[in-house]
């Protein structure tokens, strides 16, 4: 599934053909994905200038003058092609601009959404509601994770993918960061002294910037819209390494968490 950098990257990729754009088609191929499109978003949209992008955990955000944004997901397999030279069966929704650029939303397996809201009131939209800080913005600290772990015993790699407690951390970028901050999966979260979860949260922005930089990680069908794989795969310390050499010289080993695969190394992560 794409996660927080492929959305952000995702997101950097549509702004130089949308922002300030003014729409001239909106034509949804059909009338669902995981859930029902709005049957009116085709009117909504059409003749609307966007104004803005921006994203909200593993959402991306297109906003427009008419103070409707556009919220889309990217489910297991979802990407938007730019200019596409001919359409394909799973191109689900089209984007025509008066400036003449061209855009598809592709999902093969339908597991991704579109939704069309008010501005306005993104904040207390149900998916919204709940949602932690973004990690990499002012609110994610060392002192906001004291407090929401104080007196948890659930691991810490659990705690770090609730979305409320923190918005938009996935899996992969996950058992970087705790690697990174040389922390075990398995601890304890209220246990954590504040000075090592100071270094997680430093871990995490730097895991995730670094990610974005490189494009995202490449996971089944994933691509930016420019039609270019990510390449953070290549980064990767222990993600998907198993039996491989961390970089503290350790061995990486494989447990299975809640239904993830948790990738560490008992070396340095304690």
């Known amino acids: 599934m794409p996660e927080l950098p492929e959305v952000e990257t995702t997101v950097r990729g549509l702004r130089p053909v949308l922002e300030g754009q003014r729409i001239a088609r909106v034509v949804p191929r059909r009338a669902d994905l995981r859930r029902a499109i709005p049957e009116d978003l085709g009117q909504r949209l059409t003749g609307a200038r966007v104004t803005a992008l921006g994203r909200r955990a593993k959402y991306g955000l297109i906003d427009t003058d008419r103070g409707d944004t556009l919220v889309f997901h ?30 598809a939303l592709n999902d093969p397996r339908r597991f991704g959404s579109l939704d069309l809201l008010r501005t306005e009131s993104l904040g207390e939209w149900p998916p919204f509601r709940a949602l932690g800080p973004e990690p990499l913005g002012p609110d994610f600290t060392g002192a906001h994770l004291v407090q929401a772990f104080a007196g948890r015993i659930a691991p810490v790699k659990a705690l770090l993918l609730d ?16 690697n990174l901050a040389r922390i075990a999966p398995t601890r304890p979260a209220g246990q954590i002294a504040r ?21 995202g990680s490449t996971l089944r069908d994933y ?7 990510g390449y953070f795969s290549k980064q990767w310390r222990v993600y998907g390494r198993e039996g491989e050499t961390c970089p503290c010289g350790g061995t990486v080993e494989r447990r299975v968490d809640g239904g993830r695969s948790t990738f560490w190394c008992r070396r340095c992560q304690r």
């Not at 979305?163 to 705790?178: D, K, P, S, T």
């Not at 000075?195 to 494009?215: F, M, P, S, T």
């Open 195 to 215: 000075a090592r979860l100071d270094r997680l949260v430093e871990a995490v922005r730097g895991v995730l910037l670094a990610a974005i930089e490189a494009g």
């Open 163 to 178: 979305q409320r407690i923190v918005a938009g951390l996935g899996n992969i970028y996950v058992c970087e960061a705790l």
């Open 223 to 229: 691509a930016r819209p420019d039609g270019e794989l």
């Open 74 to 103: 990217l489910g297991m397999s979802g990407r938007w092609r730019v200019d596409p030279s001919e359409l394909l069966p799973h191109d689900h929704l089209l984007i025509d601009t008066e400036a003449g650029r061209a855009l």
